[in-house]
Nanobody, 125 residues
Framework: QVQLVEAGGGFEQAGDSLRLLCTTP????????MGWIRQTPGNHSELVAS????????IYADSVKGRLTVSRDNTKNTMYLQMNNLKSEDTATYSC??????????????????WGQGTQVTVSS
Protein backbone atom coordinates (compact mmCIF):
# COMPACT_ATOMS: atom_id res chain seq x y z
CA GLN A 1 0.00 0.00 0.00
CA VAL A 2 1.34 3.43 -0.95
CA GLN A 3 0.78 6.14 1.62
CA LEU A 4 1.00 9.85 0.89
CA VAL A 5 0.87 12.33 3.75
CA GLU A 6 0.46 16.08 3.28
CA ALA A 7 1.32 18.77 5.78
CA GLY A 8 1.79 22.51 5.91
CA GLY A 9 -1.66 23.92 5.22
CA GLY A 10 -3.10 26.75 7.23
CA PHE A 11 -4.81 30.11 7.35
CA GLU A 12 -2.87 32.92 5.69
CA GLN A 13 -3.31 36.49 4.55
CA ALA A 14 -3.13 37.48 0.91
CA GLY A 15 0.48 38.10 -0.07
CA ASP A 16 1.87 35.64 2.47
CA SER A 17 3.87 32.53 1.69
CA LEU A 18 3.30 28.90 2.65
CA ARG A 19 5.08 25.61 1.99
CA LEU A 20 3.26 22.32 1.65
CA LEU A 21 4.93 18.95 2.06
CA CYS A 22 4.02 15.51 0.79
CA THR A 23 5.87 12.59 2.27
CA THR A 24 5.83 8.94 1.31
CA PRO A 25 6.68 7.13 4.53
CA UNK A 26 8.96 4.17 4.03
CA UNK A 27 8.96 4.38 0.28
CA UNK A 28 11.25 6.00 -2.28
CA UNK A 29 9.78 6.86 -5.67
CA UNK A 30 12.69 6.47 -8.02
CA UNK A 31 10.52 6.53 -11.11
CA UNK A 32 7.23 8.26 -10.58
CA UNK A 33 5.22 11.30 -11.45
CA MET A 34 3.78 13.27 -8.56
CA GLY A 35 1.43 16.18 -8.49
CA TRP A 36 -0.41 18.70 -6.39
CA ILE A 37 -4.13 18.93 -7.07
CA ARG A 38 -6.43 21.40 -5.38
CA GLN A 39 -10.17 21.28 -4.83
CA THR A 40 -11.85 24.63 -4.32
CA PRO A 41 -14.88 25.29 -2.10
CA GLY A 42 -16.94 25.24 -5.31
CA ASN A 43 -15.67 21.70 -6.01
CA HIS A 44 -13.48 22.73 -8.92
CA SER A 45 -10.51 20.38 -9.20
CA GLU A 46 -7.28 21.64 -10.72
CA LEU A 47 -3.81 20.22 -11.05
CA VAL A 48 -1.53 23.05 -10.00
CA ALA A 49 1.84 21.33 -10.50
CA SER A 50 3.40 18.06 -11.49
CA UNK A 51 6.98 16.83 -11.12
CA UNK A 52 8.93 13.77 -12.15
CA UNK A 53 10.74 12.34 -9.17
CA UNK A 54 13.70 11.08 -11.21
CA UNK A 55 14.57 14.25 -13.13
CA UNK A 56 12.69 17.06 -11.40
CA UNK A 57 11.00 18.18 -14.62
CA UNK A 58 7.82 20.06 -13.82
CA ILE A 59 4.74 21.78 -15.18
CA TYR A 60 2.30 24.29 -13.71
CA ALA A 61 -1.22 25.47 -14.20
CA ASP A 62 -1.31 28.89 -15.80
CA SER A 63 -3.11 30.24 -12.76
CA VAL A 64 -0.12 29.62 -10.49
CA LYS A 65 2.89 30.17 -12.73
CA GLY A 66 5.41 32.48 -11.15
CA ARG A 67 3.94 32.08 -7.66
CA LEU A 68 4.01 28.36 -6.89
CA THR A 69 7.08 26.15 -7.15
CA VAL A 70 7.12 22.37 -6.93
CA SER A 71 10.27 20.54 -5.89
CA ARG A 72 11.34 17.22 -4.45
CA ASP A 73 13.97 15.76 -2.17
CA ASN A 74 14.40 12.09 -2.94
CA THR A 75 16.65 11.60 0.10
CA LYS A 76 13.68 12.54 2.28
CA ASN A 77 10.94 10.94 0.16
CA THR A 78 9.30 14.35 0.07
CA MET A 79 7.69 16.63 -2.48
CA TYR A 80 7.16 20.32 -1.74
CA LEU A 81 4.93 23.08 -2.97
CA GLN A 82 6.24 26.56 -2.20
CA MET A 83 3.37 29.01 -2.43
CA ASN A 84 4.29 32.70 -2.63
CA ASN A 85 2.15 35.81 -2.96
CA LEU A 86 -0.94 33.90 -1.91
CA LYS A 87 -4.29 35.00 -3.29
CA SER A 88 -7.80 34.38 -2.04
CA GLU A 89 -8.41 32.18 -5.07
CA ASP A 90 -5.72 29.82 -3.78
CA THR A 91 -8.13 28.78 -1.03
CA ALA A 92 -8.62 25.05 -1.51
CA THR A 93 -7.84 21.61 -0.22
CA TYR A 94 -4.47 20.59 -1.61
CA SER A 95 -3.79 16.92 -2.20
CA CYS A 96 -0.66 15.24 -3.42
CA UNK A 97 -0.89 12.32 -5.79
CA UNK A 98 1.45 9.82 -7.37
CA UNK A 99 1.66 7.50 -10.31
CA UNK A 100 4.45 4.97 -10.00
CA UNK A 101 6.52 3.63 -12.83
CA UNK A 102 6.24 6.56 -15.23
CA UNK A 103 9.02 8.85 -16.30
CA UNK A 104 6.95 11.73 -17.64
CA UNK A 105 4.69 14.41 -16.28
CA UNK A 106 1.00 13.85 -15.66
CA UNK A 107 -1.32 16.79 -16.10
CA UNK A 108 -4.69 15.12 -15.52
CA UNK A 109 -5.72 14.45 -11.93
CA UNK A 110 -7.64 11.33 -12.93
CA UNK A 111 -4.47 9.62 -14.12
CA UNK A 112 -2.87 9.44 -10.69
CA UNK A 113 -3.15 6.17 -8.77
CA UNK A 114 -2.40 7.19 -5.19
CA TRP A 115 -3.64 10.15 -3.20
CA GLY A 116 -3.06 11.77 0.14
CA GLN A 117 -5.81 12.92 2.46
CA GLY A 118 -5.37 16.60 1.64
CA THR A 119 -4.40 19.70 3.58
CA GLN A 120 -6.50 22.86 3.74
CA VAL A 121 -5.15 26.23 2.63
CA THR A 122 -7.29 29.25 3.38
CA VAL A 123 -6.25 32.70 2.18
CA SER A 124 -7.96 35.76 3.51
CA SER A 125 -7.99 38.95 1.50
Amino acid sequence: QVQLVEAGGGFEQAGDSLRLLCTTPGRTFGNAAMGWIRQTPGNHSELVASITMSTGNNIYADSVKGRLTVSRDNTKNTMYLQMNNLKSEDTATYSCAAKIGVGGLISRPGWYDYWGQGTQVTVSS
